[in-house]
C-alpha cells in the first residue's frame, strides 16, 4: 500500500499530471515522456482511464521513468528523481540490488490490474529496439573509479591450478560472492585470456565449479559470481536458511544488477597482471545466456560471448511457459496466463536481449541451441540470432542441437566451445 501511495500521489506532482482532473489519455504518453518510452501508440488509441485505474497509469510512468531515470520531468522545469543522480559524471541507479529496481514493483502492480486497465491496448504497439537500447543504456553504466575492495578467502590447489574464495564490491553497494580459478601457467609474463561464467537460474558459483576447472586446464582464468538472488544472494527463509531462487519478475529485474556485477568483475579481472585485458569473454546458461547477451551488449571490453540454452524476446518465452503450465524454479507459470504480453514486452525493454543484440557485432557471439528446448524455445533463439546478425552475420555462429532440450549434451557441446574459444579468444 506504501508502494501503490507513493506512485499515486507522490509521482503525480512531478510529472504536472492532471490528477484532480482524472488521468490524462494514453495516447497522450509518447508526447509527455517521448525521450524515455521505446514505443509507440497509434493515434486513435485515446482512451481515457475511468479513475480507479489511475494507479496503474502511474505504474506505468514510474515504469517509464525506470527507462531513462535522467530524463525525468520534474514540475517547473527537469529534474531528477530522488535517490538517482550523477556520481563522477556516469549515471547511477539506487535500490536495484535489493529489490531488482522499481521496475520490476511497477511490472507486477500492472500484471495484476492488466484484465481491468489494458483490456484494450492493441496488438499494434511496437517496441524500437534502437531507441529502447537508447533509453537503457544509462541503466548499465558505473563509475569505474569507485574501489572494487576485493577480501580473498581461502585458496585450494588442484592439478594445473588453484580456486580462490572472495567476495567484490559492485554498483548500489552490493558484495559479490564469487570463485576466481587460476590455471598455473598464467603469469605477468605470459598473461591468460578470462572468462566470466553465468549459472543459470536455481544455480550457483558451485554449481559451475566443473567448469572452472575446466577452463583452468585450457589455460583461461575464469570468475563466477553468484547472480542476483542466487546462492549466498539468496533471499533467506523465516529460519535464516536460502530459499530456493524463483522465476518472478524481480528475478529479471535483478538480472540489471548481475550485468553491473559482471562489469565490476571484468574490472578485477583486467587489474590482474596474469591477465590478458584484451582477451576477456563470457559463458553464461540458461538465465545466465539471457543476462549475459545484455552484459556483452553494453561491456565492450567482452571480446567473445558464448550462451549456451540463451535467447530473446522474454515476454513470448513468459507467455510459452505459462500456456503449458511449466513449472520454472519452483513456481508454476500457470499464474501468468492472461497477462497483457504486449504491454509485458514493452516495460522488459531495458532487459530485453534483442535489444542489445546488434551492439554486440563485431564481437564474436557462439550460441548453443537445443531443438526441443522448452525453457528457452527455438524461435526465443531465433529472435536474438536475427537482431546479433542484423549489422553483419560473420560474428554470429549458431549450433543446433536437433534431440537436445533445454541444455545441450556436454560430450557433443564443450569441444566445440573449446575450440571457438581457441579461434576467437
Same mark, same amino acid.
Given at each position: ?51 480507479? $485505474? ?10 517509464? =521513468? ?90 585450494? &590447489? ?40 553465468? &549459472? ?5 558459483? $558451485? ?22 538472488? &542466487? ?42 597482471? %596474469? ?93 548453443? =541451441?537445443?531443438?526441443? %528446448? ?20 560473420? &560474428? ?30
Amino acid at each position: 500500500m506504501r508502494l501503490l501511495r507513493w506512485m499515486r500521489y507522490d509521482l503525480l506532482p512531478a510529472f504536472d499530471l492532471p490528477s484532480r482532473f482524472g488521468p490524462p489519455l494514453l495516447s497522450d504518453l509518447p508526447r509527455r515522456f517521448a525521450p524515455p518510452l521505446p514505443f509507440y501508440l497509434p493515434p486513435a488509441f485515446g482512451r481515457p482511464l475511468p479513475r480507479r $485505474e489511475g494507479f496503474v497509469r502511474d505504474a506505468l510512468t514510474k515504469a517509464a =521513468c525506470e527507462l531513462n531515470p535522467n530524463t525525468l520531468p520534474a514540475a517547473g522545469g527537469v529534474g531528477r528523481r530522488p535517490g538517482v543522480g550523477r556520481k563522477g559524471g556516469v549515471a547511477q541507479s539506487a535500490g536495484v540490488g535489493h529489490s531488482g529496481g522499481a521496475l520490476a514493483s511497477a511490472i507486477t502492480l500492472i500484471f495484476l490490474t492488466s484484465t481491468l486497465a489494458f483490456a484494450q491496448i492493441p496488438a499494434a504497439l511496437a517496441v524500437d529496439a534502437e531507441r529502447a537500447y537508447t533509453t537503457a543504456l544509462p541503466l548499465y553504466k558505473y563509475d569505474a573509479r569507485q574501489p572494487l575492495a576485493a577480501k580473498f578467502g581461502t585458496t585450494t &590447489h588442484f592439478p594445473g591450478g588453484r580456486v580462490v574464495t572472495l567476495t567484490y564490491r559492485s554498483v548500489n553497494d552490493v558484495r559479490v560472492p564469487a570463485l576466481l580459478y587460476l590455471p598455473d601457467k598464467a603469469t605477468k609474463v605470459a598473461p591468460a585470456a578470462c572468462l566470466v561464467l553465468l &549459472h543459470g537460474l536455481g544455480g550457483n558459483k $558451485e554449481s559451475l565449479a566443473p567448469l572452472g576447472q575446466l577452463a583452468a586446464a585450457s589455460g583461461y582464468v575464469s570468475l563466477i559470481i553468484d547472480e542476483y538472488g &542466487h546462492g549466498e544472494r539468496a533471499p533467506k527463509k523465516a529460519d535464516g536458511t536460502p530459499a530456493a531462487p524463483q522465476f518472478t519478475m524481480d528475478m529479471i529485474g535483478g538480472g540489471r544488477q548481475t550485468v553491473l556485477d559482471v562489469r565490476r568483475g571484468i574490472d578485477l579481472l583486467t587489474l590482474r597482471p %596474469d591477465v590478458d585485458p584484451k582477451r576477456v569473454g563470457l559463458m553464461g546458461f540458461s538465465l545466465g545466456a539471457l543476462i549475459g547477451s545484455v552484459a556483452a551488449g553494453v561491456e565492450p571490453r567482452i571480446k567473445a560471448t558464448v550462451l549456451v540454452s540463451g535467447g530473446g524476446d522474454l515476454a513470448g518465452i513468459l507467455k510459452a511457459l505459462s500456456e503449458r503450465d511449466a513449472v520454472v524454479g519452483g513456481r508454476s507459470m500457470a499464474q501468468w496466463k492472461g497477462m497483457d504480453w504486449n504491454m509485458t514486452r514493452i516495460l522488459l525493454q531495458s532487459e530485453e536481449p534483442v535489444n542489445f543484440a546488434a551492439h554486440i557485432a563485431p564481437r564474436a557471439v557462439l550460441m548453443e =541451441c537445443g531443438r526441443l %528446448d522448452d525453457i528457452v524455445p527455438p524461435f526465443a533463439a531465433q529472435a536474438f540470432y536475427d537482431a546479433a546478425t542484423k549489422p553483419a552475420d560473420n &560474428h554470429v555462429q549458431i549450433d543446433w542441437y536437433d534431440n537436445a532440450g533445454h541444455i545441450p549434451p556436454l560430450p557433443a557441446m564443450v569441444p566445440k566451445i573449446q575450440a571457438w574459444l581457441k579461434t576467437n579468444l
